[in-house]
């Protein structure tokens, strides 16, 4: 069975998309997987991703603010689904993105700038979680007990 790949875009890709990427790798149950990006990534994770992961037992290791271009190059893993985050501009995609990527809005955040608060970081985060378990939900009922 072949895996379902999703890319979770915002605008700097240092908050929203990687906890997005961890926590749907987490959840996926190896059917899906997840990468993020921003249209103008920040140099550095926000400081509340690796303390929001570590409190669903998850790790920050790995993740990083990139750019949706990365995602764009020949060699890269197209996505199947490209879920944004924020009330944001969507990007000029290719061609064969705009016939064969479903894209989506979540919109878990409103237009940025965000507020930078760890607990605006939380209910983000929430938001988040609660999307991607109400999407994930489904799939992972239909999967047979072991």
Request: charged content about 25%; aromatic content about 8%; hydrophobic content about 45%.
């Amino acid at each position: 069975m072949r895996k379902t790949t999703v890319l979770f875009v915002c605008p700097d890709n240092a908050l929203l998309g990687p906890l997005a990427e961890a926590y749907l790798n987490a959840q996926g149950a190896g059917l899906v997987r997840a990468f993020s990006a921003g249209l103008k990534p920040r140099s550095e994770l926000h400081p509340s991703v690796a303390k929001l992961l570590s409190s669903r037992a998850l790790s920050a290791e790995g993740l990083e603010p990139k750019s949706l271009d990365i995602f764009l190059m020949p060699h890269a893993p197209k996505p199947d689904r490209m879920i944004y985050l924020a009330d944001m501009e969507k990007p000029e995609l290719p061609d064969d993105w705009q016939k064969s990527v479903r894209e989506h809005a979540w919109a878990v955040a409103g237009k940025p700038p965000f507020p930078a608060s760890f607990a605006a970081s939380v209910e983000y985060f929430r938001r988040i979680r609660q999307a991607i378990d109400d999407a994930v939900a489904p799939a992972m009922a239909a999967i047979p007990a072991a």
